[in-house]
């Protein structure tokens, strides 16, 4: 099974800075990593599929980089309503498709 | 863009059985394009992918649950459904229901969880 070990695992961050989050998957995925966003109470949104590219609706401050083994997901300046955990998700190799356990992106 | 919602009970006994069903709309459950998926969340935990069935029926377990594990697909309801037997306090979770949709609008593939119900809580109680 591939764990995705996401980092750090709370980011303390203001409107308006730049989000780095981190993922990092226990063997070579290529490109098949995807990144969600969950707010309380609600279900996860994909935000980025294949790494790099924004699903629908994704606003242009969100981007994903990365293959292999190590991938970033960016937030370029912050919003309000960005503070969420986001997963990172693989289907490389599967079953099963893991998830990482999160990244809690909270309001500093 | 679909449209999926869960249904079944919130509480249910331990060493019986879980069942939940997803009604898919905005869309047909034969679409080639998608898979039909289960995941679930333990209370202030990660998301666990449970298992995937396509519309002709095959399906795929997450290895760990895959003896207890049911999923089959309703295709004139538009519904797949999940059965998950012996259960215990460890079962009590969300569930979610989510498409797996294989491509994109441009036709790239996409292989992500891009749709996804509300999710319904089951408690696993006496």
């Known amino acids: 099974e591939t764990v995705l070990t996401q980092s750090p695992a709370t980011l303390s961050l203001s409107p308006g800075e730049r989000a780095t989050l981190s993922c990092r998957a226990s063997?070579?995925?290529?490109?098949?990593l995807a990144w969600y966003q969950q707010k309380p109470g609600q279900p996860p949104r994909l935000l980025i599929y294949?790494?790099?590219n924004r699903a629908t609706g994704i606003p242009a401050r969100f981007s994903g980089s990365g293959s292999g083994t190590d991938f970033t997901l960016t937030i370029s300046s912050l919003e309000p309503e960005d503070f969420a955990v986001y997963y990172c998700q693989q289907r490389s190799n599967w079953p099963p498709y893991t998830f990482g356990q999160g990244t809690n992106l909270e309001i500093k | 863009q679909l449209q999926l919602q869960e249904s079944g009970p919130g509480l249910v006994k331990p060493s019986e059985t879980l069942s939940l069903t997803c009604t898919v709309s905005?869309?047909?459950?034969?679409?080639?394009?998608?898979?039909w998926v289960w995941v679930r969340q333990r209370p202030g935990k990660g998301l666990e992918w449970i298992g995937s069935i396509y519309y002709s029926g095959g399906t795929n377990y997450k290895p760990a649950l895959k003896s207890r594990v049911t999923i089959s697909v309703d295709t004139s309801n538009n519904q797949f459904s999940l059965r998950l037997t012996s259960v215990t306090a460890a079962d009590t979770a969300v569930y979610y229901c989510?498409?797996?949709?294989?491509?994109?609008?441009?036709?790239?593939?996409?292989?992500?969880?891009?749709?996804w119900g509300q999710g319904t809580l089951v408690t696993v109680s006496s």
């Open positions: 905005g869309g047909s459950i034969r679409n080639r394009s998608y898979f």
């Open positions: 294949a790494a790099s």
């Open positions: 063997q070579s995925i290529s490109d098949y």
């Open positions: 989510a498409s797996l949709g294989l491509y994109d609008r441009s036709g790239f593939s996409q292989n992500s969880f891009d749709s």
